[in-house]
């Protein structure tokens, strides 16, 4: 006995064109992001941010009216006999400067 298969070409059209936008948006989304790179001072100024919020505005930084933050989290989570370290850790810099017209 024959499989009719023409009850399947509305699902089959469907994952067709489903797989078809995902391909291009990859696709699309892959020639528009650049290569990351890991700068190793940026790596060792986190590994010395002590833990918890700090902000502060530095004193050789006044005529730029800067605000540094750096913010640092470190927990360890148990989950059945496996343990995970979280290390999170954001610095941030806001600079206003009035510019000459």
Known sequence: MPLPLAP??????????????????????RA??????????????????GEGLAVHRPS?????????AT????RVIRIGKRSWEIDAGLMGRLRLRQRPE
């Open 8 to 29: 399947l070409l509305p699902i089959a059209l469907r994952l067709g064109a489903v797989a078809t936008v995902s391909y291009a948006a990859t696709r699309w989304v």
């Open 32 to 49: 528009r992001t650049q290569t990351g790179r890991t700068d190793q001072r940026a790596e060792d100024a986190f590994d010395d941010l």
């Open 60 to 68: 050789d930084r006044a005529d730029d009216r800067q605000t540094n």
């Open 71 to 74: 913010v640092r989290l470190v």
